[in-house]
T-cell receptor, first 113, second 116 residues
Framework: GQQLNQSPQSMFIQEGEDVSMNCTSSSIFNTWLWYKQEPGEGPVLLIA?????ELTSNGRLTAQFGITRKDSFLNISASIPSDVGIYFC?????????????FGTGTRLQVFP | GAGVSQSPRYKVAKRGQDVALRCDPI?????LFWYQQALGQGPEFLTY????????KSGLPSDRFFAERPEGSVSTLKIQRTQQEDSAVYLCASSPVAGGTHNEQFFGPGTRLTVL
């Protein structure tokens, strides 16, 4: 099935560092979402973006909806150990009969104290 | 409960057995989705319900997969004659509205299916 290109695939950083990850698509999306998933759990919504060019923050997280509507970026500032997990982007291209999400391949984040 | 719940959390089946996975969405949520997540991958869409109507089943991998939501609340995903390639985590998500904006999907914890 279709999955979006997400990079980097994994990151190993020191506590306090900033993190950047991005997601690209060959298709245009109306909505971009960023989720975090921890082992044994479902994805948890972090940020939702609805307009091209939109920049939205949620605490130490900031995400942007690309102007072309084919990409999105997530930044985490001053990382802490509880940021560990897998981050997924997801795009939604609403059509008349579905609101399905297309997910990225994931970025695995490891934070060392 | 406040969130999406799924049961069972873990299921082990012998190849060829039928399985049924249950999803209880957030109360009042109109839309319900099923996704399949293989190990090390992102979730992949299976099927979508708006109330009791199954509007999109384009992601179901074969006719062995069947989903229903007869009263527009609880949903069941059934897999007949399970195969080893069906081993995955099956995630359910619900959202409060259908279409429009601000219809974010909220996920349950998933059911991990292992087919031996």
């Amino acid at each position: 099935g279709q999955q979006l290109n997400q990079s980097p695939q994994s990151m190993f950083i020191q506590e306090g560092e900033d993190v950047s990850m991005n997601c690209t698509s060959s298709s245009i999306f109306n909505t971009w979402l960023w989720y975090k998933q921890e082992p044994g759990e479902g994805p948890v919504l972090l940020i939702a973006l609805y307009k091209a060019g939109e920049l939205t923050s949620n605490g130490r997280l900031t995400a942007q909806f690309g102007i072309t509507r084919k990409d999105s970026f997530l930044n985490i500032s001053a990382s802490i150990p509880s940021d560990v997990g897998i981050y997924f982007c997801a795009g939604q291209a609403r059509s008349y009969n579905t609101d399905k999400l297309i997910f990225g391949t994931g970025t695995r984040l490891q934070v060392f104290p | 409960g406040a969130g999406v719940s799924q049961s069972p959390r873990y299921k082990v089946a012998k190849r060829g057995q039928d399985v049924a996975l249950r999803c209880d969405p957030i109360s009042g949520h109109v839309s319900l989705f099923w996704y399949q997540q293989a190990l090390g991958q992102g979730p992949e869409f299976l099927t979508y319900f708006q109330n009791e109507a199954q509007l999109d089943k384009s992601g179901l991998p074969s006719d062995r997969f069947f989903a229903e939501r007869p009263e527009g609340s609880v949903s069941t995903l059934k897999i007949q004659r399970t195969q080893q390639e069906d081993s995955a985590v099956y995630l359910c998500a619900s959202s409060p509205v259908a279409g429009g904006t601000h219809n974010e999907q909220f996920f349950g914890p998933g059911t991990r299916l292992t087919v031996l």
